[in-house]
T-cell receptor, first 115, second 115 residues
């Protein structure tokens, strides 16, 4: 596809359940970012990949959050033992260049609701 | 502590007039600023950016102004059109003490263009 694709679009999880969110970036984009957007807030940075290397994971809120991009393309954000405060829209973005000082293309996001 | 602030949650402007969206930041290490536009149920889309070495950048109807001494930037849309109705996010990058490779976003301003 032409843009960043995220799946699923919507996910309802019971508290304590593990979830996996997928991101297919634009082909050839070296940079990949994950953001968390709570209701009424702006996106908050979670983690950054340059190809397959996770260069920054300082935004991950706890050790229940884990992200990977093993072959430098598709990325998965995993949340273990979900809590209600994890409810948010999770946005993935990719860019052709390195780092954040560049136009990044966002996917539509995955809306996670923990009940 | 919010490092990027958009103090107007919403703004209503008559079609054809100028829309001015404001953004303030606190971290003097930010060196690159971007504006994103977001429609409901879609991911943010890049609009325009400016480097800290400039004070103005123009792209068609959109102009971003940067006042480094005041740590303030603004987005001007002239003339405003109905399709401009969306949430606009201001974002900054550079060393932020945390996610050095990610963007720091404001909470957004909902722009409503009245016919």
């Amino acid at each position: 596809g032409a843009g960043v694709s995220q799946s699923p679009r919507y996910k309802v999880a019971k508290r304590g359940q593990d979830v996996a969110l997928r991101c297919d970036p634009i082909s050839g984009h070296v940079s990949l970012f994950w953001y968390q957007q709570a209701l009424g807030q702006g996106p908050e940075f979670l983690t950054y990949f340059q190809n397959e290397a996770q260069l920054d994971k300082s935004g991950l809120p706890s050790d229940r959050f884990f992200a990977e991009r093993p072959e430098g393309s598709v990325s998965t954000l995993k949340i273990q033992r979900t809590q209600q405060e994890d409810s948010a829209v999770y946005l993935c973005a990719s860019s052709l260049a390195y780092g954040a000082n560049t136009e990044a293309f966002f996917g539509q996001g995955t809306r996670l609701t923990v009940v | 502590d919010q490092q990027v602030k958009q103090n107007s949650p919403s703004l209503s402007v008559q079609e054809g007039r100028i829309s001015i969206l404001n953004c303030d930041y606190t971290n003097s290490m930010f060196d690159y600023f971007l504006w994103y536009k977001k429609y409901p149920a879609e991911g943010p889309t890049f609009l325009i950016s400016i480097s800290s070495i400039k004070d103005k950048n123009e792209d068609g109807r959109f102009t971003v102004f940067l006042n480094k001494s005041a740590k303030h930037l603004s987005l001007h849309i002239v003339p405003s059109q109905p399709g401009d109705s969306a949430v606009y996010f201001c974002a900054a990058s550079g060393y932020s003490g945390g996610g050095a490779d990610g963007l720091t976003f404001g909470k957004g301003t909902h722009l409503i263009i009245q016919p």
